[in-house]
Protein backbone atom coordinates (compact mmCIF):
# COMPACT_ATOMS: atom_id res chain seq x y z
CA UNK A 1 0.00 0.00 0.00
CA UNK A 2 2.94 2.09 0.30
CA UNK A 3 3.37 2.19 -3.25
CA UNK A 4 -0.06 3.18 -3.70
CA UNK A 5 0.18 6.09 -1.74
CA UNK A 6 3.51 6.81 -3.14
CA UNK A 7 1.58 6.89 -6.73
CA UNK A 8 -0.95 9.08 -5.35
CA UNK A 9 1.71 11.73 -4.02
CA UNK A 10 3.13 11.34 -7.25
CA UNK A 11 0.25 12.24 -9.20
CA UNK A 12 -0.04 15.78 -8.10
CA UNK A 13 3.17 16.12 -9.71
CA UNK A 14 2.53 18.92 -12.08
CA UNK A 15 3.86 17.37 -15.20
CA UNK A 16 2.63 14.39 -15.62
CA UNK A 17 0.27 11.16 -13.87
CA UNK A 18 -0.01 7.96 -14.46
CA UNK A 19 -3.65 6.78 -15.22
CA UNK A 20 -4.52 3.21 -15.64
CA UNK A 21 -7.88 1.48 -15.94
CA UNK A 22 -10.21 5.14 -16.31
CA UNK A 23 -12.30 5.35 -19.26
CA UNK A 24 -14.47 7.88 -20.75
CA UNK A 25 -17.76 5.86 -20.61
CA UNK A 26 -20.19 7.20 -23.15
CA UNK A 27 -23.62 5.57 -22.75
CA UNK A 28 -25.66 4.42 -25.48
CA UNK A 29 -29.08 3.48 -24.33
CA UNK A 30 -28.22 1.06 -21.73
CA UNK A 31 -24.76 -0.07 -22.92
CA UNK A 32 -21.45 1.34 -21.83
CA UNK A 33 -18.61 2.04 -24.76
CA UNK A 34 -14.96 3.37 -23.79
CA UNK A 35 -15.29 6.63 -25.81
CA UNK A 36 -11.57 7.58 -25.75
CA UNK A 37 -10.72 4.39 -27.27
CA UNK A 38 -13.51 5.22 -29.73
CA UNK A 39 -11.93 8.73 -30.70
CA UNK A 40 -8.38 7.61 -30.71
CA UNK A 41 -9.82 4.63 -33.40
CA UNK A 42 -11.43 7.11 -35.63
CA UNK A 43 -8.38 9.49 -35.93
CA UNK A 44 -6.33 6.18 -36.94
CA UNK A 45 -9.73 5.17 -39.11
CA UNK A 46 -9.90 8.91 -40.76
CA UNK A 47 -5.72 8.63 -41.17
CA UNK A 48 -5.91 5.66 -43.44
CA UNK A 49 -8.75 6.19 -45.25
CA UNK A 50 -6.96 10.01 -46.22
CA UNK A 51 -4.21 8.50 -47.17
CA UNK A 52 -5.55 5.61 -49.19
CA UNK A 53 -7.69 8.66 -51.15
CA UNK A 54 -4.58 10.41 -51.53
CA UNK A 55 -2.95 7.24 -53.10
CA UNK A 56 -5.15 6.41 -55.03
CA UNK A 57 -6.51 9.72 -56.20
CA UNK A 58 -4.71 9.79 -59.50
CA UNK A 59 -3.21 6.51 -60.30
CA UNK A 60 -0.20 6.52 -62.45
CA UNK A 61 1.85 3.71 -64.16
CA UNK A 62 4.77 5.10 -63.38
CA UNK A 63 3.81 6.00 -59.07
CA UNK A 64 5.64 8.73 -56.41
CA UNK A 65 4.64 10.30 -53.86
CA UNK A 66 1.91 9.32 -51.72
CA UNK A 67 0.98 6.28 -54.18
CA UNK A 68 4.36 5.50 -54.30
CA UNK A 69 4.62 4.90 -50.40
CA UNK A 70 0.97 3.15 -50.50
CA UNK A 71 2.49 0.71 -53.22
CA UNK A 72 5.07 -0.77 -50.84
CA UNK A 73 2.94 -0.78 -48.08
CA UNK A 74 0.49 -3.04 -50.43
CA UNK A 75 3.82 -5.19 -51.94
CA UNK A 76 4.85 -5.15 -48.23
CA UNK A 77 1.16 -6.60 -47.09
CA UNK A 78 1.26 -9.01 -50.16
CA UNK A 79 4.30 -10.82 -49.44
CA UNK A 80 3.30 -11.18 -45.37
CA UNK A 81 0.31 -13.03 -46.67
CA UNK A 82 1.58 -14.71 -49.24
CA UNK A 83 4.01 -16.19 -47.17
CA UNK A 84 1.73 -17.30 -44.69
CA UNK A 85 -1.17 -18.36 -46.69
CA UNK A 86 0.44 -19.33 -50.12
CA UNK A 87 1.13 -18.51 -53.41
CA UNK A 88 -2.49 -19.93 -54.46
CA UNK A 89 -5.17 -18.68 -51.62
CA UNK A 90 -3.41 -15.59 -49.91
CA UNK A 91 -5.56 -12.96 -52.20
CA UNK A 92 -8.85 -12.97 -50.94
CA UNK A 93 -7.25 -12.20 -47.23
CA UNK A 94 -4.97 -9.48 -48.33
CA UNK A 95 -7.26 -7.34 -47.10
CA UNK A 96 -8.18 -8.63 -44.46
CA UNK A 97 -4.38 -9.26 -42.57
CA UNK A 98 -3.59 -6.18 -44.21
CA UNK A 99 -6.31 -3.86 -42.60
CA UNK A 100 -5.19 -5.88 -39.54
CA UNK A 101 -1.35 -4.67 -39.97
CA UNK A 102 -2.22 -1.10 -40.91
CA UNK A 103 -4.82 -0.63 -38.06
CA UNK A 104 -2.37 -2.07 -35.29
CA UNK A 105 0.57 -0.03 -36.52
CA UNK A 106 -1.29 3.33 -37.61
CA UNK A 107 -2.76 2.45 -33.77
CA UNK A 108 0.30 1.85 -31.87
CA UNK A 109 2.28 4.29 -33.60
CA UNK A 110 -0.38 7.47 -32.62
CA UNK A 111 -0.52 6.15 -29.40
CA UNK A 112 3.74 6.71 -29.26
CA UNK A 113 3.43 9.90 -31.74
CA UNK A 114 0.69 12.02 -31.16
CA UNK A 115 0.89 14.56 -28.31
CA UNK A 116 -3.10 13.08 -27.22
CA UNK A 117 -2.34 14.75 -23.55
CA UNK A 118 -2.98 17.83 -25.32
CA UNK A 119 -6.86 16.89 -25.44
CA UNK A 120 -8.21 16.76 -22.51
CA UNK A 121 -11.40 14.66 -21.44
CA UNK A 122 -13.46 14.54 -18.53
CA UNK A 123 -11.77 10.85 -17.83
CA UNK A 124 -9.91 8.65 -18.90
CA UNK A 125 -7.36 9.47 -21.75
CA UNK A 126 -6.55 9.73 -25.17
CA UNK A 127 -3.89 6.65 -26.38
CA UNK A 128 -3.15 4.11 -28.52
CA UNK A 129 -6.90 2.10 -29.20
CA UNK A 130 -4.66 -1.09 -29.22
CA UNK A 131 -3.81 -0.68 -25.33
CA UNK A 132 -7.74 -1.53 -24.63
CA UNK A 133 -8.47 -5.19 -24.19
CA UNK A 134 -11.48 -4.59 -26.26
CA UNK A 135 -10.03 -3.43 -29.18
CA UNK A 136 -7.28 -6.75 -28.83
CA UNK A 137 -9.83 -8.75 -28.19
CA UNK A 138 -12.00 -7.84 -30.94
CA UNK A 139 -9.32 -8.30 -33.48
CA UNK A 140 -8.44 -11.56 -31.66
CA UNK A 141 -11.92 -13.05 -32.19
CA UNK A 142 -12.23 -11.67 -35.67
CA UNK A 143 -9.00 -13.28 -36.29
CA UNK A 144 -10.41 -16.73 -35.08
CA UNK A 145 -13.74 -16.32 -36.79
CA UNK A 146 -11.59 -15.32 -40.07
CA UNK A 147 -9.24 -18.82 -40.13
CA UNK A 148 -13.02 -20.53 -38.89
CA UNK A 149 -13.99 -19.53 -41.51
CA UNK A 150 -11.32 -19.95 -44.12
CA UNK A 151 -11.29 -23.64 -42.86
CA UNK A 152 -14.79 -24.30 -43.46
CA UNK A 153 -14.71 -22.67 -47.20
CA UNK A 154 -11.98 -24.24 -48.13
CA UNK A 155 -11.98 -27.92 -46.68
CA UNK A 156 -16.55 -28.04 -45.17
CA UNK A 157 -16.57 -30.53 -42.99
CA UNK A 158 -12.95 -32.11 -43.46
CA UNK A 159 -12.03 -29.02 -41.27
CA UNK A 160 -13.14 -30.60 -38.61
CA UNK A 161 -10.62 -33.84 -39.09
CA UNK A 162 -7.71 -31.54 -37.90
CA UNK A 163 -8.92 -31.59 -34.69
CA UNK A 164 -7.85 -35.44 -34.18
CA UNK A 165 -4.73 -35.48 -36.45
CA UNK A 166 -2.10 -36.15 -35.78
CA UNK A 167 -3.58 -38.81 -33.46
CA UNK A 168 -7.09 -38.51 -31.58
CA UNK A 169 -5.38 -38.43 -28.68
CA UNK A 170 -4.38 -34.59 -29.27
CA UNK A 171 -8.05 -33.52 -29.25
CA UNK A 172 -8.25 -31.41 -26.09
CA UNK A 173 -4.97 -29.84 -26.95
CA UNK A 174 -6.37 -29.62 -30.38
CA UNK A 175 -9.57 -27.82 -28.76
CA UNK A 176 -7.81 -25.56 -26.36
CA UNK A 177 -5.71 -24.36 -29.48
CA UNK A 178 -8.95 -22.33 -30.45
CA UNK A 179 -9.01 -20.69 -27.51
CA UNK A 180 -5.05 -19.79 -26.63
CA UNK A 181 -5.18 -18.58 -30.34
CA UNK A 182 -7.13 -15.91 -29.53
CA UNK A 183 -6.31 -15.14 -25.85
CA UNK A 184 -2.32 -15.20 -26.80
CA UNK A 185 -2.75 -12.85 -29.57
CA UNK A 186 -5.15 -10.05 -28.09
CA UNK A 187 -3.07 -10.31 -24.60
CA UNK A 188 0.55 -10.10 -26.31
CA UNK A 189 -0.65 -7.24 -28.03
CA UNK A 190 -2.60 -5.59 -25.06
CA UNK A 191 0.15 -6.04 -23.07
CA UNK A 192 3.34 -4.46 -25.01
CA UNK A 193 1.49 -1.50 -25.77
CA UNK A 194 0.11 -0.83 -22.34
CA UNK A 195 3.45 -2.01 -21.02
CA UNK A 196 5.14 0.43 -23.08
CA UNK A 197 2.87 3.39 -22.70
CA UNK A 198 2.86 2.69 -18.52
CA UNK A 199 7.38 2.45 -19.13
CA UNK A 200 7.10 6.01 -21.15
CA UNK A 201 4.66 7.08 -18.28
CA UNK A 202 6.34 6.01 -15.64
CA UNK A 203 9.93 7.68 -17.27
CA UNK A 204 7.86 10.68 -17.43
CA UNK A 205 7.20 11.05 -14.19
CA UNK A 206 10.01 10.10 -12.88
CA UNK A 207 12.29 12.24 -14.97
CA UNK A 208 10.70 14.32 -17.74
CA UNK A 209 13.13 15.34 -19.77
CA UNK A 210 15.45 13.48 -22.36
CA UNK A 211 15.68 9.36 -20.44
CA UNK A 212 12.54 8.53 -21.57
CA UNK A 213 13.52 9.35 -25.27
CA UNK A 214 15.30 6.03 -25.75
CA UNK A 215 12.23 4.11 -24.22
CA UNK A 216 10.18 5.65 -26.65
CA UNK A 217 12.03 5.34 -29.55
CA UNK A 218 12.33 1.34 -28.04
CA UNK A 219 8.74 1.53 -27.57
CA UNK A 220 8.45 2.73 -31.44
CA UNK A 221 10.32 -0.27 -32.64
CA UNK A 222 8.40 -2.93 -30.40
CA UNK A 223 5.02 -1.38 -31.36
CA UNK A 224 5.99 -1.75 -35.14
CA UNK A 225 7.02 -5.41 -34.33
CA UNK A 226 3.59 -6.12 -32.40
CA UNK A 227 1.83 -5.21 -35.68
CA UNK A 228 3.74 -7.11 -37.65
CA UNK A 229 3.75 -10.07 -35.24
CA UNK A 230 -0.52 -10.00 -34.90
CA UNK A 231 -0.86 -9.95 -38.70
CA UNK A 232 1.57 -12.39 -39.36
CA UNK A 233 0.38 -14.83 -36.77
CA UNK A 234 -3.23 -14.19 -38.31
CA UNK A 235 -1.90 -14.87 -41.54
CA UNK A 236 -0.24 -18.07 -40.00
CA UNK A 237 -3.47 -19.30 -38.65
CA UNK A 238 -5.43 -18.79 -41.81
CA UNK A 239 -3.09 -20.63 -44.03
CA UNK A 240 -2.61 -22.81 -41.44
CA UNK A 241 -6.83 -23.72 -41.53
CA UNK A 242 -6.31 -23.98 -45.38
CA UNK A 243 -3.36 -25.88 -45.55
CA UNK A 244 -5.02 -28.24 -43.28
CA UNK A 245 -3.25 -29.42 -40.03
CA UNK A 246 -1.43 -32.31 -40.82
CA UNK A 247 1.35 -30.76 -42.73
CA UNK A 248 1.34 -33.91 -44.94
CA UNK A 249 1.30 -31.25 -48.16
CA UNK A 250 4.16 -29.75 -46.95
CA UNK A 251 6.80 -32.61 -48.45
CA UNK A 252 7.46 -31.87 -51.90
CA UNK B 1 2.44 -6.92 -7.90
CA UNK B 2 0.12 -6.85 -5.52
CA UNK B 3 -0.55 -3.96 -4.92
CA UNK B 4 -1.01 -3.13 -8.16
CA UNK B 5 -3.46 -5.94 -8.46
CA UNK B 6 -5.80 -3.93 -5.60
CA UNK B 7 -5.02 -0.58 -7.54
CA UNK B 8 -6.54 -2.37 -10.40
CA UNK B 9 -9.30 -4.11 -8.20
CA UNK B 10 -9.94 -0.72 -6.78
CA UNK B 11 -9.84 0.89 -10.57
CA UNK B 12 -12.71 -1.97 -11.10
CA UNK B 13 -15.05 -1.18 -8.40
CA UNK B 14 -15.69 2.36 -9.54
CA UNK B 15 -16.81 1.10 -13.40
CA UNK B 16 -13.46 0.93 -15.29
CA UNK B 17 -10.07 -0.94 -14.92
CA UNK B 18 -7.54 -2.49 -17.30
CA UNK B 19 -9.70 -5.68 -17.89
CA UNK B 20 -13.00 -3.72 -18.36
CA UNK B 21 -15.46 -5.38 -21.37
CA UNK B 22 -18.29 -3.79 -22.08
CA UNK B 23 -19.75 -2.87 -25.55
CA UNK B 24 -16.84 -1.67 -27.01
CA UNK B 25 -15.57 -4.89 -28.31
CA UNK B 26 -18.51 -6.07 -30.43
CA UNK B 27 -18.67 -2.36 -31.89
CA UNK B 28 -14.37 -2.28 -32.40
CA UNK B 29 -14.82 -5.36 -34.19
CA UNK B 30 -17.88 -3.98 -36.58
CA UNK B 31 -15.74 -1.17 -37.11
CA UNK B 32 -13.27 -2.73 -37.95
CA UNK B 33 -14.71 -4.86 -40.43
CA UNK B 34 -16.31 -1.88 -41.43
CA UNK B 35 -12.60 -0.35 -42.13
CA UNK B 36 -11.71 -3.80 -43.45
CA UNK B 37 -14.80 -2.95 -46.55
CA UNK B 38 -13.80 1.06 -46.97
CA UNK B 39 -9.99 0.16 -47.67
CA UNK B 40 -10.34 -2.65 -49.35
CA UNK B 41 -12.43 -0.12 -52.39
CA UNK B 42 -10.47 2.32 -51.54
CA UNK B 43 -6.63 1.23 -51.02
CA UNK B 44 -6.14 -2.40 -52.07
CA UNK B 45 -8.75 -2.95 -54.97
CA UNK B 46 -7.03 0.63 -56.44
CA UNK B 47 -3.72 0.12 -55.47
CA UNK B 48 -3.61 -3.40 -56.24
CA UNK B 49 -4.83 -3.27 -59.55
CA UNK B 50 -2.08 -0.48 -60.30
CA UNK B 51 0.37 -3.23 -59.10
CA UNK B 52 -1.13 -5.77 -61.19
CA UNK B 53 -1.63 -3.79 -64.42
CA UNK B 54 1.83 -2.23 -63.87
CA UNK B 55 3.33 -6.04 -63.76
CA UNK B 56 1.25 -7.14 -66.89
CA UNK B 57 2.45 -3.77 -68.81
CA UNK B 58 6.21 -4.49 -67.99
CA UNK B 59 5.63 -8.16 -68.72
CA UNK B 60 3.75 -7.38 -72.24
CA UNK B 61 6.23 -5.37 -72.96
CA UNK B 62 9.95 -7.34 -72.07
CA UNK B 63 7.68 -9.96 -74.09
CA UNK B 64 7.30 -7.50 -77.29
CA UNK B 65 10.78 -6.87 -76.36
CA UNK B 66 12.09 -10.10 -76.50
CA UNK B 67 10.50 -11.40 -79.35
CA UNK B 68 11.88 -8.49 -81.47
CA UNK B 69 14.88 -8.83 -80.50
CA UNK B 70 14.33 -12.73 -81.37
CA UNK B 71 13.44 -11.66 -84.53
CA UNK B 72 16.22 -9.25 -85.22
CA UNK B 73 18.61 -11.52 -84.62
CA UNK B 74 16.97 -14.36 -87.26
CA UNK B 75 16.59 -11.27 -89.39
CA UNK B 76 20.20 -10.80 -88.72
CA UNK B 77 21.67 -14.45 -88.88
CA UNK B 78 19.56 -14.39 -92.37
CA UNK B 79 21.47 -11.67 -93.58
CA UNK B 80 24.62 -13.28 -93.22
CA UNK B 81 23.67 -16.26 -94.54
CA UNK B 82 22.92 -14.24 -97.77
CA UNK B 83 25.86 -12.41 -97.37
CA UNK B 84 28.07 -15.62 -97.35
CA UNK B 85 25.98 -17.03 -99.77
CA UNK B 86 26.55 -14.25 -102.20
CA UNK B 87 29.83 -13.90 -101.09
CA UNK B 88 30.77 -16.91 -102.12
CA UNK B 89 29.26 -16.63 -105.47
CA UNK B 90 31.17 -13.63 -106.32
CA UNK B 91 34.23 -16.06 -105.56
CA UNK B 92 32.75 -18.15 -107.86
CA UNK B 93 32.30 -15.63 -110.69
CA UNK B 94 36.00 -14.01 -109.92
CA UNK B 95 37.76 -17.40 -110.47
CA UNK B 96 35.40 -18.63 -113.52
CA UNK B 97 36.63 -15.26 -115.19
CA UNK B 98 40.49 -15.46 -113.71
CA UNK B 99 40.18 -18.68 -115.41
CA UNK B 100 38.42 -18.44 -118.49
CA UNK B 101 41.14 -15.33 -118.78
CA UNK B 102 44.62 -17.33 -118.26
CA UNK B 103 42.87 -19.68 -120.42
CA UNK B 104 42.39 -16.98 -123.11
CA UNK B 105 45.98 -16.39 -122.63
CA UNK B 106 47.39 -19.28 -122.26
CA UNK B 107 46.00 -20.06 -125.82
CA UNK B 108 46.84 -16.82 -127.35
CA UNK B 109 50.64 -17.25 -126.42
CA UNK B 110 50.70 -20.94 -128.04
CA UNK B 111 49.29 -19.67 -131.01
CA UNK B 112 51.39 -17.03 -131.37
CA UNK B 113 54.04 -19.61 -130.03
CA UNK B 114 53.18 -21.69 -133.45
CA UNK B 115 52.91 -18.76 -135.32
CA UNK B 116 57.05 -17.69 -134.46
CA UNK B 117 57.56 -21.43 -134.58
CA UNK B 118 56.10 -21.31 -138.37
CA UNK B 119 57.38 -18.21 -139.39
CA UNK B 120 60.88 -19.36 -138.20
CA UNK B 121 60.61 -22.46 -140.37
CA UNK B 122 59.54 -20.90 -143.38
CA UNK B 123 62.65 -18.82 -142.74
CA UNK B 124 64.97 -21.38 -142.96
CA UNK B 125 62.98 -23.33 -145.67
CA UNK B 126 64.32 -20.25 -147.39
CA UNK B 127 67.11 -19.73 -146.53
CA UNK B 128 68.18 -23.38 -146.86
CA UNK B 129 66.54 -22.84 -150.55
CA UNK B 130 68.57 -20.22 -151.27
CA UNK B 131 71.35 -21.76 -150.08
CA UNK B 132 70.89 -24.70 -152.37
CA UNK B 133 70.35 -22.51 -155.17
CA UNK B 134 73.35 -20.76 -154.29
CA UNK B 135 75.17 -23.52 -154.67
CA UNK B 136 73.85 -25.14 -157.59
CA UNK B 137 74.28 -21.84 -159.55
CA UNK B 138 77.88 -21.44 -158.10
CA UNK B 139 78.07 -25.61 -158.97
CA UNK B 140 77.45 -24.35 -162.80
CA UNK B 141 79.54 -21.31 -162.59
CA UNK B 142 82.42 -23.65 -161.42
CA UNK B 143 81.56 -26.38 -163.96
CA UNK B 144 82.01 -23.37 -166.79
CA UNK B 145 85.42 -21.91 -164.92
CA UNK B 146 86.36 -25.54 -165.09
CA UNK B 147 85.48 -25.84 -168.57
CA UNK B 148 87.50 -22.52 -169.25
CA UNK B 149 90.54 -23.16 -167.33
CA UNK B 150 90.66 -26.69 -169.23
CA UNK B 151 90.10 -25.20 -172.39
CA UNK B 152 92.41 -22.51 -171.92
CA UNK B 153 95.56 -24.85 -170.59
CA UNK B 154 94.83 -28.04 -173.03
CA UNK B 155 93.39 -26.28 -176.35
CA UNK B 156 90.51 -26.83 -177.68
CA UNK B 157 90.37 -29.93 -179.49
CA UNK B 158 91.16 -32.25 -176.30
CA UNK B 159 88.47 -30.86 -174.74
Partial sequence: ?252 | MIQWTILLAEAAEEGGGLFDFDATLPLMAIQFLILVVILNVLFYKPIGKAIDDRAEYIRSTSQGAKDRLAKTKALAQQYEQELIAVRREAQAVIAAAQDEGQKLVAAEIQAAQQQVQQEREAAAQEIENQKTQAFQSLEAEADGLTRQILEKLLGRELV
Avoid: C
Avoid at chain 1, 91 to 96: L, T
Avoid at chain 1, 113 to 128: D, I, S, T
Fill in chain 1, 1 to 252: MEILTGLKGLSFFPLAELEVGKHFYWEIGSIKVHGQVFLASWFVIALLVLISIAATRSIQRVPSGVQNLMEYALEFLRDLAKNQIGEKEYRPWVPFVGTLFLFIFVSNWSGALMPWKVLHLPAGELAAPTNDINTTVALALLTSLAYFYAGFKKRGLGYLTKYIEPTPILLPINILEDFTKPLSLSFRLFGNILADELVVAVLVLLVPLFIPLPVMALGLFTSAIQALIFATLAAAYIGEAIEGHGGEEHHD
